[in-house]
């Protein structure tokens, strides 16, 4: 049971050893009984609870440590036992405080998130406290309070932290600084992620949150949505057509064409290795095995895959992603390009190895090209082309219009196969939440937006 409950049950609990089957860890707690198992194909260890009368629950654990495993499913026995005989000193959940509310996410939800999702939660919680008050009953937020909570963003916030480690000045405050629009609308969201855990929270018989208001709230949406900030078609084929003119080896376009089809962040792009991509059925096969993955991945991702590891990954999870047909062909030839262009740059390597950096720097080629070096040349690109540059917004755009493009799929599904930190799982060797539809997945990978350069072969007009 978690701190925050602890208070709220006195009797006597007696915790049995835990039983172990061939398959199956048997926990049982004063007459409470649940099993961990796990499923084909994943590592991670899932609940199994049926009650004497009520729906069976059946749920990941999140974590592929036995351990951990079996805590929270003792926490969960509590929290059912506790639910059972009564709380000395319940929480009203008619009346529940957001004090309670993230004390309650903090201590039991949050230690089976990603580290980085859990702290941005933190601070947006901390924030939200600092506007409404700890005070504040969870069932008076509504479309006012939100607003109450996006102004104080927009013109500056000091806050105490309360449950996150936001660095503090010498009195004990964080924050200060008025926030982007985009920014504003991050913390709503994670603010919401909190909320969405209340409504399924049982409390005293209860769920502590009884509503949802953000459903019925507009916002203003992110960055990718966002016409301004994407490329657009036409953009791209300007660029395209002088890519070569600002940078002759064919690496830039080659990190254009990846950019604009597969909507990765420029960080993960550059940082590739040639042994990143998967081209054969073969070297599919070991990762497939290796990661114990869809077996229909196989049979429906024919180009191949890339390997997007986790330590060029911004919330360090190890994702692969289909490849499309076009893609596919650009990368081989580029691979085959490539010794001519580690030895422009100068480098004495004999043969190319799974080591190797796709797109090398020039000044030491060993090492793949920093982003700041590719952010110039992107301005440079875009001023050969005669183009204003987007606001606030250079190697980004691509990826907006990833996902601009693709509104007809299930932005679960485009946001996995894109890498978005929210669909990443920490506890995973990989994110293997698509690899139960891997033909979903590349079916989005192979989506063609309109667009008239889909390879990074030049436009023969522009000759």
């Known amino acids: 049971m978690t701190p925050a409950a602890e208070g709220l049950l006195e009797v006597g609990l007696t915790l049995s050893p835990t039983s172990m089957t061939k398959k ?9 009984r649940a099993t961990i ?40 026995l509590k929290e059912r036992l506790r639910m059972k005989w009564g709380a000395s000193e319940p929480i009203e959940p008619l009346r529940a405080t957001l004090h309670q509310l993230a004390t309650l996410y903090f201590e039991e939800e949050a230690p089976s998130l990603n580290p980085h999702a859990a702290s941005k939660r933190a601070r947006a919680i901390d924030r939200l406290g600092a506007v409404l008050g700890w005070g504040f009953e969870i069932r008076n937020f509504d479309r006012s309070a939100l607003t109450r909570f996006e102004r104080a963003l927009l013109s500056g916030l000091r806050f105490k932290p309360e449950f996150s480690g936001s660095r503090v000045d010498h009195q004990g405050w964080a924050g200060g600084e008025p926030l982007a629009q985009k920014s504003v609308f991050n913390e709503a969201s994670n603010v919401r992620a909190v909320w969405k855990w209340g409504l399924g929270k049982m409390v005293a018989g209860q769920y502590l949150v009884q509503d949802d208001p953000f459903a019925r709230m507009k916002f203003v949406s992110k960055g990718p949505l966002n016409p301004k900030e994407a490329i657009s078609p036409r953009r791209f084929d300007e660029m395209m057509r002088v890519v070569d003119d600002v940078d002759p080896t064919g690496r830039t376009r080659m990190i254009m064409t990846v950019a604009r089809r597969t909507g990765r962040r420029i960080a993960s792009i550059t940082q590739l290795r040639v042994g990143d991509l998967l081209l054969s059925y073969q070297e ?12 229909e991945i196989l049979d429906f991702w024919v180009h191949g895959a890339v390997r997007w590891t986790a330590r060029n990954d911004k919330a360090g999870v190890e994702w692969m992603a289909p490849l499309p047909a076009d893609l596919r062909e650009a990368l081989a030839d580029y691979l085959e390009a490539l010794p001519d262009i580690l030895s422009e740059f100068g480098s004495q ?24 070096t590719m952010d110039g040349v992107f301005t440079r690109v875009v001023d050969a082309a005669g183009l204003e540059p987007l606001e606030g917004s250079k190697w980004h755009g691509f990826r907006h219009r990833f996902r601009s493009e693709r509104h007809r799929f299930h932005d679960k599904l485009v946001g996995i196969v894109a890498g978005w930190v929210s669909y990443g799982g920490s506890d995973d060797a990989i994110n293997a939440t698509y690899l139960d539809d891997p033909e979903g997945a590349f079916e989005v990978a192979s989506f063609v937006p309109r667009s008239r350069h889909n390879s990074s072969q030049p436009d023969p007009e522009a000759a």
Do not use: C, M, Q
């Open 284 to 295: 599919l096969e070991r990762a497939v095995r290796r990661w114990r993955g869809h077996p």
């Open 24 to 32: 199956t860890h048997v926990v049982e707690l004063d007459g409470e």
């Open 37 to 76: 198992y796990r499923k084909p194909n994943s590592d991670n260890f899932y609940l199994n609870y049926t009650p004497p009368s009520g729906d069976r629950v059946r749920r990941s654990l999140r974590t592929d440590d036995l351990d951990t495993a079996r805590e929270r499913v003792e926490a969960f």
């Open 349 to 372: 390597e004999e043969r190319i190895g799974p080591e190797t950096p796709l797109f090398p720097a020039e000044k030491d080629p060993t090492r793949p090209v920093p982003v700041s």
